[in-house]
């Protein structure tokens, strides 16, 4: 079981630099490289709502720490944004027309979609959301 | 990184082409945006989007895409910051599918987005770029 993490400045040019770190420990811990663009996009919608609508163009940082935990590859993002539960965001209704297109909690609703489970708690040291993807076949390579 | 680069092509009617290069999220959707109104406000009707080396797309691709759509309806740019009441007042239209903007070569992942989000039902695409710029 190895964890590593990354430190960002909450800034939305570091969305790339955050998406290649998760890119590239998930190819280290042999996940399906079907699923690695699922668990890249997860985080990097989820990191996105903390820097855009948590920090608010405001200075902080957010944390992230990729651990491979038998099939699962988890995610644990923290920051110390006002406290925001993403889990018990409503989905966007997208039935609806192209005029009428909501406009909000798309980025929720997409990382909830192609993560496994996400789950979310407040600490003493802010938010810390956690995003879990069963990709990793430990019988080496194969497709989960 | 994004780079987009603009290309006029003459079909039935002048389309045109907006190649996007790179990963489109919340750093450069805005970057998108600017472009098409840019390209609108010189004239332009009909925007193919090529998204044949676009090799990311996040929620913030969707509301660029949705904006370059609204846009070329005659709705003004979005105000990131302000929402979009104003487009949520336009009048729906009886076609689901928009005219002005058409999608090729979509990734398997921009795809993805596309289709889990609905959205796709909006856009025709294409996969060969001369039967795309035949369809405006």
């Avoid at chain 1, 430190?7 to 399906?32: H, K, M, N, P, W």
């Avoid at chain 1, 920051?79 to 409503?90: I, L, N, S």
């Avoid at chain 1, 929720?108 to 076949?137: H, M, Q, W």
Wanted: proline share 5%; glycine share 10%.
């Amino acid at each position: 079981m190895t964890t590593n993490s990354l430190r960002i400045e909450a800034d939305v040019g570091q969305l790339a630099t955050i998406r290649s770190f998760v890119r590239e420990q998930a190819r280290r811990a042999g996940a399906d490289p079907r699923a690695v663009p699922d668990i890249v996009q997860a985080v990097d919608e989820s990191v996105t709502n903390v820097i855009v609508h948590g920090y608010r163009g405001g200075a902080g940082a957010v944390d992230v720490e990729v651990e491979a935990v038998g099939r699962s590859l988890v995610v644990r993002l923290r920051d110390q944004a006002p406290a925001f539960d993403p889990t018990g965001w409503p989905d966007p209704d997208t039935s609806v027309s192209l005029e009428q297109w909501p406009q909000g909690g798309m980025g929720v609703f997409l990382s909830r979609e192609l993560a496994d489970k996400v789950t979310y708690r407040r600490t003493p040291d802010g938010n810390e959301l956690t995003i879990v993807k069963e990709c990793i076949d430990s019988r080496g390579g194969g497709a989960c | 990184m994004l780079s987009i680069t603009i290309g006029l092509e003459r079909a039935r009617v002048p389309v045109a082409v907006m190649k996007l290069d790179g990963e489109l999220d919340a750093a450069t959707y805005q970057d998108v945006i600017n472009r098409a109104a840019e390209l609108i406000e010189q004239g332009a009707g009909h925007i193919l989007l090529d998204m044949g080396e676009l090799t990311y797309m996040g929620s913030s691709g969707l509301f660029a895409i949705h904006s370059v759509a609204m846009m070329l309806r005659g709705e003004a740019p979005p105000d990131p910051e302000g929402g979009w009441g104003a487009i949520h007042e336009a009048e729906p239209r009886d076609s689901e599918k928009v005219d002005e903007l058409k999608l090729l070569n979509p990734l398997p992942q921009c795809e993805r987005v596309l289709d889990r989000t609905g959205m796709k039902r909006f856009f025709e695409t294409y996969d060969d770029r001369r039967a795309a710029l035949e369809s405006f």
